[in-house]
Nanobody, 124 residues
C-alpha cells in the first residue's frame, strides 16, 4: 500500500517561510522522482518543483524559482519543499507526487502516486 502524506501547511504572513514535508511509505523511495504541485481555488493544478530519483537534479516553475527549494532525504523516505518569501499568490493546496525513475517530470498526469494535499495560506 503506497501512501504519501503531506504536512507542514498553515497560515503565514507575506514574506514569511514555511516548510512542507511529504512522508512516503510502501514504495522504494530512492527509485522515484518526486514532485510538488499546487491548486488554488478556481484554478487548475500547476507544477511547482521536482527532484529526480537520482537526487541532484531539480527543476522549478518560474513563479517560485529562487524562493522555493525542493529536497529529499532517502533515509527518511521524505521529500520537502522549503518555501521562502511567500506571497499571497502562493496560497493553494499543495500536493506531493511520486513517479518511478522520473527526471524533470512537470506534467501532473505522469505521476503515479499522490498525497492528499496540505493547505498553505499566505496573508497580505
Amino acid at each position: 500500500q503506497v501512501q504519501l502524506v503531506e504536512s507542514g501547511g498553515g497560515l503565514v504572513q507575506a514574506g514569511g517561510s514555511l516548510r512542507l514535508s511529504c512522508a512516503t511509505s510502501g514504495l522504494t523511495f530512492s527509485r522515484y522522482g518526486m514532485g510538488w504541485f499546487r491548486q488554488a481555488p478556481g484554478k487548475e493544478r500547476e507544477f511547482v518543483a521536482t527532484m529526480s530519483w537520482s537526487g541532484p537534479s531539480t527543476y522549478y516553475a518560474d513563479s517560485v524559482k529562487g524562493r522555493f527549494t525542493i529536497s529529499r532525504d532517502n533515509a527518511k523516505n521524505t521529500v520537502y519543499l522549503q518555501m521562502n518569501s511567500l506571497k499571497p499568490e502562493d496560497t493553494a493546496v499543495y500536493y506531493c507526487a511520486a513517479d518511478l525513475w522520473a527526471v524533470r517530470v512537470v506534467k501532473d498526469y505522469e505521476y503515479d502516486y499522490w498525497g492528499q494535499g496540505t493547505q498553505v495560506t499566505v496573508s497580505s
